[in-house]
């Protein structure tokens, strides 16, 4: 099992359940959080896993803050998030609605509301990682994005959707996000800017929304693309993960 000593979230989803029996192959899509803290022994550590796609969801100011560390001798292809999501995807959109609606009842909503827009949001990034993937040199994969939790959560979810792995599957994956980092130390970080950029405190209740991998939330997803996209299936269909491309996409990340 990997360990990167500065990025805990980091982690292989592993062999997990199919809806339809068998399971994922290890080894092939990988996850985590920004990796511009590691050290010399975690980029020896990522060398060893040939990882050939890197899916970076986080915002152009994100990237430029915090500039991704890589393994010299294993380069990787990164496709990057579009300009256009910026405000959609990063803290500013969550920065908007707290300032009219503070607390945790209102920091809660947010989230489930930036669950909701993501699908929308992450559709040109899996449309051309899909396409990196199911030509066979996009794999292993890395999605991440800052903390490892919320883009890269629905982004995960999605690719394991078109895989076939079971709900209970995905929803356990997801919250070993929450198992893997340091709410506490995340929600100082992201105190730390709301403060600055509200003018005022945010409740300890808010922060606690923002930092927790509730289920609720990646069900808001999931009920985002049933209401706008009538289904999974559609949604999928939609970003270029046809049919066709999934029995392509299974042939490679299934055992």
């Keep these: 099992m990997t360990r990167l000593a500065n990025a805990p979230n980091f982690r292989d989803v592993g062999a997990l359940p199919l809806a339809g029996g068998g399971t994922l192959r290890a080894g092939t899509i990988y996850r985590s959080g920004q990796l511009s803290s590691l050290d010399a022994a975690d980029l020896r550590q990522v060398e060893t896993l040939g990882i050939r796609l890197v899916c970076d969801l986080r915002s152009s100011g994100e990237r430029q803050r915090f500039a991704s560390r890589w393994p010299a001798l294993a380069p990787a292809r990164t496709i990057e998030m579009p300009a256009s999501t910026d405000h959609g995807a990063g803290m500013q959109n969550l920065i908007d609605r707290l300032a009219g609606e503070p607390g ?4 809660r909503r947010a989230m489930l509301d930036l669950y909701a827009s993501l699908p929308g949001l992450l559709s040109p990034t899996l449309a051309t990682a899909s396409e990196a993937m199911a030509s066979g040199w996009g794999v292993p994969v890395l999605l991440h994005c800052h903390v490892g939790k919320d883009r890269t959560g629905v982004a995960t979810a999605l690719l394991l959707k078109a895989l076939d792995v079971s709900h209970d599957a995905i929803l356990a994956d997801y919250e070993e996000t929450g198992r893997r980092i340091d709410i506490a130390e995340e929600t100082r970080y992201i105190a730390r800017g709301l403060n600055k950029r509200l003018g005022t405190t945010v409740d300890p209740g808010a922060l606690d929304a923002l930092g927790r991998t509730d289920p609720a939330y990646l069900d808001s997803a999931f009920a985002a693309i049933d209401r706008e996209w009538g289904g ?7 970003v270029g993960i046809t049919a066709s491309r999934r029995a392509r996409l299974a042939a490679l990340f299934h055992a």
């Design 104 to 107: 945790a009842a209102g920091a």
């Design 232 to 238: 999974v299936d559609a949604y999928l269909t939609t």
